[in-house]
């Protein structure tokens, strides 16, 4: 049963119909609540909001849903799989109490990996709105969370990097060279994904191959993965490909998430698919997912919660399957729903936190579309907050421009400058190997070795002498 919630300010009182309306309008502001109607219409009755949240006992999202029990498999998600043992050290805690609780030093990295099970999504998005751009760094970066396929992501004081070598038709020579540009760079410990242009099974699997052949080939502690839908994967799985990881976009609704074409069920068939195959050298976690604030209002399916609420529990979607990568794609859905740099940079920061409280291996692509109030400048703020904050890993593309999906990201020097600036490592098993390979001369320095590394040379001169084709074409003129 919802209970309206009162504040006294003065002569006057304001009232939020539900624990998801003050939630709401306790919100820092962004376009996209703005879209939806649910932002508070002034910034007095943004702090009124955010002081009448703080007095709210965290055990009251256990009783009071945002989104009905019986209507939802996402909330029946968070409802049942709640963990009463791992909470009872904070059930006494309001959420003001909770956000003191958090930046104390007595909440250790230990203590925060203790309790996490007891936290839910709502808990966690809650106490990010009364939270501070600096406090949500310091909490997120007490909150180690790791996890392992090929080699180990998510150690303090390492950032590792995907590396996004898309190409607008697919051209394998054309992603096969970006594969190379970002290697050099020593990008790619997360992943070697590929957005795929054409999306399909047949497609999938040459994309899927023609990444294992490298990573088989130069022995990359590493692995690879295709975005295509889960259902996809799973019949690439069916004929045999080499599938390391499965992939899927993931919102907090159930009906954004059957607007994606899947359900938790999908998801549980996909993991267990996967994890079948043993591709695994170092750890088992097969599952990536790929978040944003604004998909469930984009689908019409945010049952009017704010997007931050939202986005928070897709969170419980992604921890049920135990990932190997989750990331936001902050600002990539547009400035109808993070309009510029100040509210990119603000989401950045809630969603990392919330995910890391929650115990999730989660990184950022650090992002805008180019239609948005933001520019390269507002990206090397997030991610230097981000590397401060004890991000998992960035995206990693050739010039910082994803020519395939049109908007602006991290490019493979920002994640070196990240590593260089912030003293971060990539992930041990990745650093060794460009060590080896000769790729860094000092990987824990971020330091590029000045020759081409002699592996890639021989492939290299491998190579035809144009590699375009002409000389082919010039020769069949002549015969012609």
Not at 57 to 85: C, G, N, V
């Amino acid at each position: 049963m919802t209970k309206p919630y009162r504040y006294t300010l003065g002569s006057q009182t304001y009232e939020f119909r539900n624990l998801a309306e003050l939630m709401a309008r306790a919100t820092p502001a962004r376009s996209g609540d703005r879209l939806a109607g649910v932002m508070a219409r002034s910034a007095e009755e943004r702090a009124v909001a955010q002081m009448t949240l703080a007095e709210v006992p965290l055990k009251t999202f256990l009783s009071e849903a945002l989104i009905p029990y019986e209507k939802d498999e996402i909330t029946r998600l968070i409802m049942d799989d709640h963990d009463a043992q791992a909470f009872a050290p904070i059930a006494h805690l309001t959420v003001g109490d909770f956000r003191n609780w958090l930046l104390s030093d007595h909440a250790s990295p230990a203590l925060l990996q203790q309790v996490r099970a007891g936290i839910t999504p709502e808990m966690a998005a809650a106490v990010s709105k009364i939270m501070r751009n600096q406090d949500l760094i310091l909490v997120a970066q007490k909150c180690h969370v790791t996890s392992a396929f090929r080699n180990t992501i998510g150690l303090p004081k390492r950032l590792s990097t995907r590396l996004q070598p898309n190409h607008p038709t697919d051209d394998m020579n054309g992603i096969a060279a970006s594969i190379l540009d970002g290697l050099l760079y020593g990008s790619g410990d997360a992943v070697i994904g590929i957005n795929p242009a054409t999306d399909n099974v047949p497609q999938a699997t040459r994309l899927l191959k023609l990444m294992d052949e490298v990573i088989q080939r130069y022995d990359i502690p590493t692995q690879s993965c295709v975005l295509t839908h889960v259902t996809n994967t799973l019949e690439c799985i069916e004929h045999g490909a080499p599938v390391d990881l499965v992939f899927q976009s993931i919102g907090g609704t159930e009906d954004t998430n059957s607007s994606f074409g899947f359900n938790l069920a999908t998801l549980a068939e996909a993991e267990a698919a996967a994890q079948s195959l043993g591709r695994g050298t170092v750890g088992n976690n097969v599952m990536y997912f790929e978040t944003g604030q604004g998909s469930s209002l984009s689908a019409n399916a945010h049952h009017g919660l704010d997007q931050q609420t939202c986005e928070a529990r897709a969170y419980a979607v992604a921890r049920k399957f135990n990932p190997l990568l989750v990331n936001t794609v902050v600002g990539f859905i547009g400035p109808e729903y993070l309009f510029d740099g100040k509210e990119i940079i603000r989401a950045g920061l809630e969603d990392h936190f919330c995910a890391k409280l929650l115990g999730l291996p989660m990184g950022c692509d650090v992002c805008y579309t180019n239609h948005a109030e933001a520019d390269q400048n507002d990206m090397d703020n997030l991610l230097t907050l981000l590397g401060a904050a004890g991000c998992s890993f960035v995206m990693g593309i050739p010039g910082s421009d994803d020519i395939m999906l049109n908007y602006q990201t991290t490019s493979f020097h920002d994640a070196l400058y990240a590593r260089r600036v912030l003293g971060l490592g990539a992930a041990p098993e990745f650093e060794a190997w460009l060590e080896r390979m000769h790729i860094m001369s000092n990987a824990p320095a971020a330091c590029l070795s000045d020759a081409l590394p002699p592996a890639f040379a021989e492939s290299l001169q491998g190579l035809p002498a144009n590699s375009d084709g002409s000389e082919h074409d010039e020769q069949e003129a002549q015969h012609g």
